[in-house]
């Protein structure tokens, strides 16, 4: 299958048409963004890396029932996926308190909840990827009742099947941003990517972060942490 017109670029991903109308390729850039492209900056080999993490996730949640956008992997880049519309909602799922969760709450990052959290945001570049509840989704119409519904039962199932997979990689999952979208035909799949770009992941003994909040922060040895993490991923 061949790249035709790019009909997307993003901060991360760009997307191509193929010759099949229900298919689309997409290919992951090393580019890395954070605080809506204020900070702009490169992690070397992360495309790699988050399309290989990403289409492993995406394969093992489809083993688990969820559906997803994933169709094939083409090369170290480039990834087959069903052509959908993407619902304008950032699914947020929290296990432990961090970044903008400790920020607006004003308590210490680490603290394990008893049960997750679920929160969306409106994706929407120019407002800042503003924070929203389903009834303010609703108004302003970027998904249905029902469609809502299952965006909140396939995240909370994907929290759920991640949480172990991560667990016997000695990798505790603190958070996460999900993106859905539409098939032709209507029907809800997971899109987007899952990767250490969309994840907090902390190794479960030590804590060390192991995602882009190595970037956000300046922390450093952001490639270490990318690679530790695809280390892990295949050598289970
Ligand atoms: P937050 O604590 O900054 O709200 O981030 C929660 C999770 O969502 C974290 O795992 C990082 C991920 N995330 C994205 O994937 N894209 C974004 O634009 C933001 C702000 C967070
Ligand atoms: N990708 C997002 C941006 O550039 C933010 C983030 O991942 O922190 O704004």
Redesign the pocket.
Known sequence: MEKLEQIYEGKAKKVFKTDDENLYIVSYKDDATAFNGLKKGTIVGKGVINNKMSNMMMQLLEKHGVKTHYVKELSDRDTLVKKVSIVPL?V?I?NVS????SKHYGVEEGIVFDEPTIEFSYKNDELG?PLLNAYHALALKLATKEEIETIKTMAFKVNEVLTEYFKGLNIRL????LEFGRLPSGEIVLADEISP????LWDLTTNEKL??DRFRRDMGGVEDAYNEVMKRLTSK
Request: charged residues 50%; glycine residues 6%; negative net charge.
């Open positions: 950032e947020i929290r961090a970044g903008s969760f990827d603190v958070d996460f941003k770009d969309t994840c907090r995602d882009k």
